[in-house]
């Protein structure tokens, strides 16, 4: 933090009003379904992005970051506009940008950035971006904006800003997640319900497991599931999958094409894993939830194809020495996997998935560990 600062008054001659922070994402549960109007189980990570930020006259707005060169990166407010400028910089302009209308403010902004949620992780660093920058301005403008409503702010930013149509997962746990809890959110209205998840104290841990690639077509893939999601629920002329239980969707599947069938009955399927898991954790049942957190991770890979072959190789080693459940998270084809282990496992489990990683030819996956922890805050 006092590097932060004291960079910032070597780049911009100024100190800054205000520092903020907001956490990367592991997702428990609940997979390709925020889209979807379903349910999720996300908790926040320790890993932070930190912003400090202070209005300026000029009305401009300068960027830089600790991670990048010493470049920075500038833009005037009245040429803000979705999907232009420098690939990183689209996440924290798009949130300024989707809540232009609040700010009510004539000058621009400095801003620097300390990203410490391992990009390309598949942890939602740009979520933790996005939230960093809403939190600040929310509070530098005294807004009052409501979380859920600042979630929803932080996504339109990705959504339409940087042209990645994600869902609300990322940024709602980025926001509202708290220490020692998995949140259980309803996509549909964004309520909440912390759901413990203090696995410490039962000798278990919860292993991150980064396969450290990323596959093209990530973007489009994802796009594309989501279009076969929304286009069961047209045929089927329900509201959402949220609203058709299992053995109905399955009745109905002749009146879906293949692809549109299976992709959606991860869909329907995966709900009902959340709230299944959240019901093995208030039962204290760590061993049926590793095996629905597993499931999850068979649908995905078979059902909505976005698994690949670095995740299997990590959620099959995991298994095969005993992880109670193991699944890929996040949007898929790359990124991480995570793995409930006995704690006493985690060096033998490292050992073995870098073995295996090594074994199939691929580059050295990286370990973290993880506990749920606070959402989004303002430091100073
Ligand atoms: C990405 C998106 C989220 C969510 C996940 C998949 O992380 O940003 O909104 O859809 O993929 O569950």
Sequence with gaps: MPELKARFAELFGSTPELVAQA???????????????????????????????ARTVQPTIRIASLQQTDEIFVVQMKD????????????????IWAMRDSLDFRGG?????????????????????????????NHLFNLNISEPVLARIAQKGENVYVGMPCG?????????????????????DLSTEHIPFNISPLGLELLVIDTQVHHALVDGGYAERRA??????????????????????????????ETTYIRAFHGVTEMKRVLDGVAALKAGDYK????????????????????????????????????????????GYGGS?????????TENMKKAIASAFAAAGFISPRFFTSLPSDGAQIVK
């Design 109 to 137: 902004f400095d801003i620097l950035i300390d990203g410490k949620v391992p990009l390309g992780a598949g942890l939602s660093s740009s979520a933790a971006l996005e939230c960093a920058i809403a939190t600040a301005l």
């Design 80 to 95: 803000l506009a979705p999907m232009t400028g420098e690939a990183w910089t689209r996440y924290p302009i798009g949130v």
């Design 228 to 257: 076969s999601c929304e286009k069961a629920v047209a045929v089927l002329g329900i509201t959402s999958l949220r609203d058709i239980s299992v053995a109905d969707f399955v009745a109905r599947k002749s009146e879906l094409d």
């Design 288 to 331: 049926e939830f590793g095996q629905i957190i597993t499931a999850s991770h068979i649908s995905l890979r078979d059902n909505y194809t976005v698994s690949c072959p670095e995740l299997n190789v990590a959620v099959d080693t995991a298994l095969s020495l005993g992880a109670l459940g193991s699944r890929m998270i996040g949007g």
């Design 337 to 345: 996997a995570i793995a409930l282990i006995r704690a006493d496992q």
């Design 168 to 188: 609300i997962m990322d940024q709602s746990v980025s926001i509202m997640g708290r220490k020692g809890s998995a949140l259980l959110l309803d996509c549909r």
């Design 23 to 53: 956490p990367g994402r592991v997702n428990l549960v609940g997979e390709h379904v925020d889209f979807l109007d379903g349910f999720v189980l996300p908790f926040a990570i320790e890993d932070v992005t930190t912003v400090a930020i």
